[in-house]
């Protein structure tokens, strides 16, 4: 009989800073290989043919892409760092989150322009690395609410 695997708090972060690692190898891994990858994208998987500029377009988007992904994936490490050692309402969790969802906001930007210019697909990628800015805003939003509160409560005892 197996046993239950049983979910905790400690499971969970794990899990998320294991994650986290798997897509920095994906990123990097994308990095090294984006030209063949791009290639193949263009001349098998898609049914109109972009031709070189689309695939210089895509490739583009790609690698101007890659320093606000590393900044995410760094800063999400580093904020699931901070909670592991309990450090969850403080001011660096606010200035990694604001950073995150800055760099969402440029991702959304940069395949905003590359989905207008020649990949329409791109524009979905848009849409999420936008929506997940918002999402991570509202987040800090909350974050830094809840700091003012602790300090305004630690002033009152």
């Known amino acids: 009989m197996l046993k239950q695997l049983k979910w905790n708090e400690s499971r969970s972060l794990l899990l998320s800073q294991l994650m986290v690692g798997v897509f920095f190898a994906a990123l990097a891994a994308l990095d ?71 760099c969402c906001t440029a991702a959304a930007a940069i395949c905003l322009a590359a989905g207008i210019m020649e990949w329409p697909s791109v524009c979905i990628i848009a849409l999420a690395a936008g929506f997940m800015a918002l999402i991570v805003r509202i987040v800090k939003n909350v974050f830094e609410r809840a700091i003012a509160m602790k300090d305004e409560l630690d002033l009152t005892i």
């Open 32 to 102: 090294i290989f984006g030209w063949w990858v791009v290639r193949y994208i263009c001349e098998h998987l898609i049914a109109v043919n972009h031709g070189l500029a689309g695939g210089y377009i895509l490739l583009g988007c790609l690698y101007v892409c890659s320093p606000a992904a590393y900044t995410v994936l760094w800063d999400l490490h580093r904020l699931l760092k901070n909670i592991r050692m309990g450090q969850v309402f403080v001011a660096d969790n606010i200035r990694r989150l604001r950073r995150i969802s800055w």
